[in-house]
């Protein structure tokens, strides 16, 4: 099961972080849009131009499921992680961690970093 | 509506509309919190869609690729049929941009004219002469200027070595007025017209061939016929000019200035021509209309040479491109026809291959795919196959345009700048989104009308498909009758030319090598007749000197050559009224001429070296002229008339008769005659030209043309070389024309048999499909496999014999239409019709096979399922 | 020439830019040898084909990220070798840098526990 996972990696950063965010909590567009930004410290930004469309092909994919409405907002809908976008997030968690090792031994990041 | 929205939601119009039913209140919603300028959301809006549909596009590329991987033989019909349909345009057309569309190469040339004459006798011709040209400047004032032109061949000396040249004499205004520049020097001025002036400018190609480019031969002196000019500029690569006569506009090697009083050319010599620009606001009618006061005024003034003339201005892109455009046109219009057809042709495919999908389709919309994304899907992949299809088409005209380059270079004005350029690949893109509607549409809109429970329940049960099947079959017959018709009538016009290249011509024209007539050299008065003698002598002397030159002897003219010349046969003792004298072919040669073409006298002898100028007068005449003028006495005491020189003449006793030779041929009525000719000795007259004729059976003949070349140089230092060629080159050149007819023809029918071919499959394929739940029960009850190939190739078969009927019936009425071009071959060669026909026959069965084999493998148990 | 200013406005890097610049952050190396070291490094799973490769190192030679240098080598002396500059080692650290922090995040989010890691 997990190599057939492994085939859809290297992902498209932002793919990464929309599902990194919706790992925590269920969240509409507009939500994981300012979580992307948080947690990246504001280096990656996602705007609605290109967050829609890659949601839209995430939904397609399987990757994550639309939960209807939220309740505060009629307007917009909520999303969560599938079951198989998480065993691919954590894929690609592995993938950029095996990635950080390498850069550390060839002393692109300190030995551990602050 | 505040700024920021009204900009996203225009921006937001360019998403897909079920993208933007999901996520456009969202994406609003998100916008209006967000802190960017809306400038740049609105910019970032257009990006996501941007990219959005390129992935789509690029997805349903791949998609369609996929698919069609998995059909190749349909790919590659389909493919070919619109390889050929559009192939042909783009060939078409990029003759048409180069030769017709394409403005000529001078400053406004809508405005530019050509100064004509009308006789007495109504006859016109674009000729003027020069002291005409300069009255008309000076009385029209619809002109804004008139430039004068004289044709005239100049030999120019160059370390000894003599080259014949083309050239103009022209106005000292005449670059000027065309808004020509020339690339190094600088164009005539009024000084360069004076008298003594001398004053040239030649081409680029002359520039480097003979000049080796170098770029101080401004102001050089150099020899043309004789006399010092100073070269003062040099023409543009490949520069186009208007010789104000004929030839339209084409080529010079070198321009010279017209002296502004012209001794030697008489105002009723009507040689020159002359190119006038109308002045703004006028328009040609106009100006015509003055022309014919002044023409008046002249005739009135000059009534001796002038009387009976007029003079009247043509436009000079009609003159020297109208011809051409009116062929090209109507050529145009038969690729247009012939796209249309292959479009038609690649239709029916689509539809039989997209509705034996139609489940697969079905159920793909009930998924949720709109008819749209699905019908888009369809088009990409009609537009897939179109632009592969524009690929080899393109290719396939490069490779026509290239090969009929020689034959095209003759037949057409501008022919050197035909190729494959930025228009003609602007003008394939077009064809391939038009082809692409074409083809596409009519499948897509037969597939909207199916009904999702009707496909999914039965399919195949296509109760829409009998008519359209029906208005199918009918455009198919169509097909085949156009195909028929015009593989007949090139298989015609094929034998005919192969008949003419065939042509006896009376006699013996292996190992003969001929040269092209030489012009004496003027000696001061032009028929010197001592003089031309010794120097034709001494020719013939260095000829008959050559290793591997059998005979040799000098005519005026021969089978086939260049030159024919007609005198009247008038008989001693016989009476003729005015004007009314019999017409014969005429020629003068020297004693060996008939030895080289190995022919002996039927009667009496042929010339010898008695025959002198000094000696009595002799003739030789055909066996024609025998059997035409010397009826009823004995042809060896008869005496004939000829004619010596311009104004001289002599009665001659005949003292031969010859066979006769054919001069000339060609497929129409006039070339299958024999004619009358006689011939005198050469010495016996002044010529100002004559040509060489040997044989040399066990020479090469470019090595025997050598040769001969030299023999000339060694007599005739001053003269360029002439050019020297077989009999059988001469033919060639002479049946160009017919042979480029014959090569479009029949590339037109092979294109034409193509489509109706694949027109056939395209139509069994649909007819398979349709019936395809029929197959599956009959071969279920048992049917055998060669039962069913036999009833599907039959049916095809059938279809074609209708198209054959009307095809034979509609080439036979054509075929008489050209009977006077098809010479000696019958409209109606029944040879030519059968091959045709079996030829027909045959290929629509093998076009038939696959959908035949294809039907024979419907697994009937799927068949019967949804009975 | 040396540019100057934040690099963070380039991340994230396309993971086929960031592997090439991690290869060359070690050494210098000549294209062919920098496809086989993603390999290698990579157990296999990311080739980069001589289209893709070509392709944005010529793109980052423009950029600045990196540079071609002269070398001679005894086998093959047509062979052009690259090096990080050092610009472009700063954008390689903060790409690192990224993705380092991506790591943390998910562990953090408890999605992803410290077991998942081999």
Known sequence: MPNDVESLLPLNPRVFYILLSLAEEERHGYAIAKAVETITGGTVRVTPGTLYPLIRQLLTDGWIHELGEDAHDPRRRRYRLSALGKRIAQAEARRLDALVRVARSFALLPATHA | MTLRRLLARAALLTYPRDFRSEYEEEMLADLDAGSANPLAQCFDLFKGSVRMHFDTLARDVAYALRRLRAAPLFVAIVVLTFALGIGANVAVFSVLDAVVLR???????????????????????????????????????????????????????????????????????????????????????????????????????????????????????????????????????????????????????????????????????????????????????????????????????????????????????????????????????????????????????????????????????????????????????????????????????????????????????RAGTIGIDGMSLLYALIVVIVATFLAGLSPLLSLRATDLQTVLKSAGRGGDGSRRHRLRAALVVLEVALAIALVTISGLVLRSFLAVIDTPLGVNTSGVVASAPVSLPSLGLPFQTAGNTSLQNDVLRRLHALAGIESAALALTYPVGDVELQGPAVVFGRTYSKGAEPLALSNAVTPQYFTVFGVHPILGRSFNDTDTANAAPVAIVSRRFEQLYLRGMNPLTARIRIQTGPTQWHWAQIVGVVPDERVGVGADADAASLLPEYYAPLGQLSTPFFSAVVRAPHLDPAVAGREVDSAFAAAMPLTPAPQTFTIAQRVAEDTRAQRLTTILLGSLAAIALLLALSGIFGVVSFSVTQRSREFGVRMALGASTSGILADVVLRAITTTAIGVAIGVVAAAFAARAIVAQLGAVSPFDPTTFACVVALVFVSAAIASLQPALRATRVAPVEALRYE | MEATGDPHVFLPLSPSAFYIMLVLAAEERHGYSIAKEVEEATNGTVRLGPGTLYRVIKQMVTDGWIIEVDRVDSGDPRRRYYRLTSWGRRIARAEASRMADAVRTAMDRRLLSASTFA
């Open chain 2, 103 to 413: 403005p000529l190469p001078f400053a406004d040339p809508s405005s530019l004219t050509v100064l004509s004459s009308r006789g007495p006798r109504g006859d016109v011709f674009p000729a003027v002469s020069p002291l005409d040209a300069q009255d008309i400047a000076a009385h029209e004032r619809g002109f804004a200027g008139v430039a004068a032109t004289v044709s005239q061949q100049p030999t120019l000396l160059l370390d000894g070595k003599p080259y014949a040249l083309n050239g103009l004499q022209v106005s000292s205004n005449y670059l000027s007025l065309l808004g020509v520049r020339p690339r190094l020097g600088r164009a005539f001025t009024a000084a360069d017209g004076s008298a003594g002036a001398r004053s040239a400018i030649i081409s680029d190609q002359v520039w480097r061939e003979r000049f080796g480019a170098d770029p101080g031969v401004v102001g050089r002196s150099i020899t043309l016929d004789g006399s010092a000019y100073r070269v003062v500029g040099v023409l543009a690569p490949r520069q186009l000019l208007p010789d104000g006569n004929f030839a339209g506009i084409r080529s010079e090697d070198v321009l010279t200035a017209l002296a502004a009083h012209l001794p030697a050319v008489e105002r009723g010599e009507r040689m020159g021509g002359g190119i006038a620009r109308l002045a703004s606001g006028v328009t040609l009618e106009h100006a015509n209309a003055d022309l014919k006061l002044v023409s008046a005024d002249l005739a009135h003034e000059y009534a001796d040479t002038d009387k009976g003339w007029s003079f009247f201005a043509q436009s000079l892109s009609a003159l020297a491109l109208g011809r051409a455009a009116s062929s090209l046109w109507v050529v145009f219009a038969g690729v247009v026809a012939i796209l249309l057809i292959a479009c038609a042709n690649v239709g029916n495919m689509l539809a039989a291959r997209w509705s034996s999908r139609d489940r697969e389709l079905a159920v793909r919309r009930a998924l949720g795919a709109s008819s749209r994304r699905i019908a888009g899907q369809l088009l990409i992949e009609t537009a897939v196959l179109a632009t592969l299809g524009a690929c080899f088409g393109i290719a396939l005209a490069y490779a026509a345009l290239s090969g009929l380059a020689g034959l095209v270079e003759h037949a057409l004005p």
